[in-house]
């Protein structure tokens, strides 16, 4: 850039290098998270729309009830590869920093908030898409995978217990912004965590309790459907998905 633009000096160029780095991180991790694996199985397979059963939420949970095992899968699959990708392209532009076991770069963790934005708010299919559960997960196993194995056994005691996805899901994505700080304080006392990591995981906590928030609404009030692995009758959209 320095040499495109000699008034630069080579710290502002680097800056500018990295701006552009972001943006271009930002709108391809957007457009990655932004297909949707439920919507696309349920048009090719079934030639319907998922988001007119169940919840009307386009994610594994609904797909599982509605269309069976083998949907959810094939939705499992879609969306743990597109958040991937995202995430790899933001540390690849931006760098991932591991250490110790969990990325410090921000890079990936850019990437990664956009993708799960385009999961839940997908330009492709006017806005409506999932909430964020499976993407957030895929995120957390590649930049910090000690604090996805705690998040994932939270979510299966809280769900063995209460037969709630909502719950569990919600429950493990409000510890993600802490495990992730208490981390990063037991394996290196002293140091400090980088901000964008605290407001991107943060940011994700927040996302999800949004998502969520007709589920958590309907647990208090005992209405929320719990998990069953069994296929329903298709039945019109009724807003009691968990994911």
Known sequence: WAALV????????????????????MVCAYLLGSVNSAIIISRVFYHDDIRRYGSGNAGMTNMLRTYGKGAALGTLAGDVTKTALAVFL??????????????????????????VLGHVFPVYYKFRGG????????MALILSPACLG??????????????????????????????????????????REPGMVAL????????LVFCHRGNLKRIGERTERKLSFKKVEK????????E
């Open 6 to 25: 000699p008034s630069l000096s080579g710290e502002t160029a680097a800056s500018v290098l990295y701006l552009v780095f972001a943006v271009v991180a």
């Open 200 to 207: 991107v995981t943060i940011l994700i906590a927040c996302l």
């Open 150 to 191: 705690i998040m994932l056994l939270i979510f299966i005691l809280i769900v063995a217990m209460t037969k709630y996805v909502s719950l569990g899901s919600v429950s493990a994505g409000v510890l993600y912004p802490v495990l992730v700080k208490g981390y990063i304080s037991f394996c290196f006392p002293g140091a």
């Open 90 to 115: 933001g540390g690849t532009l931006l760098g991932f920093g591991y250490v110790g076991g969990i990325a410090l770069a921000e890079g990936g963790y850019i990437a990664g908030l956009f993708a």
């Open 131 to 138: 909430k964020g559960v499976l993407a957030s997960a895929t």
């Open 235 to 242: 039945e019109e959209k009724d807003d009691h998905d968990g």
